[in-house]
């Protein structure tokens, strides 16, 4: 009989959360900042592949993965090896002020995987957010300019700088008065939702009109515009792709005024749509990307990946004391031999597989409003009236819960959307398992509407 982590489905053996759990819980509103937000109560200890176990036995199949993070899954044996290995010879030493080996190798593979004839070049950082912050340094520094164009919906991060470009939660932002001045946000081409009845290859027209006829014409010169900033696939704001053409304008548009096209890869790269990079099924080129996440499998890594004509800032112009830590880069060059492997065509068969089974989602649940996404990023929005779209937020909360007792972990992302963003790894039986449980959850919650 296999042991709990070596199970491919879970297995809960206590009510949830168990006797352990509930003294970590204890201690944690003790003595943990209450900034944190929570779904369910999972105290994690211990997780391989797609399985993860808690302090009291119980083990979940995890389509969540720490948002996106764990890639090639939890303490995958080659990670651990290239981590172990590394932490034994050099743990630090700072990238900004000295060299390592690993730094530029990582850094041309990175660059390797990017569209375009024009050589990359890296800055490594500790975490999305901080590439972002990067990022916005780097479009201002490149084009002399300082305003910046993003996203309503759009999630960039906390910190002071990414957190002006984030306008996906108001209280993200209160409390903490003036943000970066000279930010503007625009309407994310949203299929589902789209006012003009535009599909998801159509939507996003009008938005495109509104940039150059309104935007640049009574807010901001376009040669006053150092950068737009998108994500290819909304993450936060309800897993919401793009259209391909949208993107493609986009890209038209920066380039005919001179603007850092800048694309935040953080949830949707790392071979998680199918991929290396979502922006790919665009066939675009972005002048600047950020990654981070799934970039090694849970170590604390970030990129910014940029042209070499755009990447050009002096000595000093920016730093980092623990960014490309030695750790963190093993972990990152194992992690990209197994996406490039096999884990980024398995997101694509999984996820094409998923789609498969959830396309009749919309007609057998009432409650299911829109399925999508690309490859191992899929969202399913939550409403209380298909005909009227109205946003069920309880009833998404109440399937999120509904699932975790189940054993299936999942979290929320917008206001009423189910993210799926399991690791890259999944098979097709935790595929059926986590199809099935979603559609029991379905059905109790449709009882409660």
């Known amino acids: ?47 391989r592949g797609a399985i993860v176990e808690d302090v009291d036995g119980n083990a979940f199949l995890d389509f ?14 080659k990670v651990v090896a290239a981590i172990q290995k590394q932490a034994a010879e050099l743990i630090h030493m700072s990238g900004t ?16 995987t990017m569209l375009g004839k024009e050589s990359k070049k890296v800055f490594f950082t500790n975490s999305g957010t901080e590439a972002i912050e990067g990022a916005i340094k780097l ?13 309503y919906g759009c999630f960039h991060g906390r910190s002071m700088g990414a957190l002006s470009l984030t306008a996906s939660k108001s209280t993200q932002r209160k409390g903490f008065g003036a943000l970066l001045s000279g930010i503007e946000h625009i309407p994310y081409p949203y299929a589902y939702r789209c006012v003009h009845g535009h599909t998801e290859e159509t ?26 900033i998108i994500e290819p696939i909304q993450g936060e704001g309800g897993y919401v792709p793009a259209p391909k053409f949208f993107m493609q304008e986009l890209q038209r548009i920066c380039r005919q005024h001179g603007i850092m096209f800048i694309v935040d890869e953080v949830q949707s790269g790392m071979g998680r749509t199918g991929k290396w990079w979502a922006s790919e ?11 981070a996440k799934g970039i090694a499998s849970g170590m604390p890594l970030g990129a910014i990946v940029a042209k070499e004509s755009v990447m050009r800032w002096k000595p000093g112009s920016h730093g980092t004391t623990f960014g490309g830590n030695p ?37 057998n649940f009432k409650i299911v409003g ?34 975790f007792h189940k054993g299936l972990l999942v979290l929320g992302a917008g206001e009423n959307t189910i993210r799926l963003s399991p690791p890259l790894l999944i098979d097709q039986e935790q595929a059926d398992f986590a199809v099935r449980t979603l559609e029991d959850c379905f059905r109790e919650a449709e009882k409660k509407a």
């Not at 479009?139 to 996203?151: E, Q, V």
């Open 97 to 112: 002020d000295f060299y390592y080996e690993s730094m530029p190798q990582l850094a041309e593979r990175l660059g390797r």
């Open 370 to 403: 829109d399925v999508r996404g690309r490859g191992l990023m899929i969202g399913i929005e939550i409403v209380r009236d298909q005909r009227t779209k109205e946003k069920a937020a309880d009833l998404r909360n109440a399937i999120v819960d509904l699932a």
């Open 1 to 47: 009989m296999p042991t709990t982590l070596e199970a491919k489905t879970p297995r809960i053996v206590t009510a949830l959360p168990g006797p352990n759990a509930k003294r970590v819980l204890e201690q944690d509103a003790k003595f943990m900042s209450p900034s944190y937000t929570r779904d369910y109560p999972l105290v994690a200890k211990r997780g």
């Open 203 to 228: 939507c996003g027209a009008e938005i495109l009109e509104q940039l150059e006829g309104q935007i640049f014409k009574r807010l901001f010169d376009p040669e006053d515009v150092a950068g737009i």
């Open 139 to 151: 479009a201002r520094y490149a084009t002399k300019r300082d305003k910046l164009i993003a996203f």
């Open 327 to 363: 750790v963190c880069i093993a972990a990152a060059l194992a992690t990209m031999d197994l996406i490039e492997s096999e884990y980024m065509e398995n997101a694509r068969r999984m996820g094409d597989y998923l789609f498969g089974r959830m396309a009749d989602w919309t007609k």
């Open 281 to 291: 099924h665009a066939g675009i080129e972005p002048d600047i990307l950020c990654s």
């Open 64 to 77: 969540a993965a720490g948002i996106a993070v764990c890639s090639t899954g939890h303490c995958h044996p």
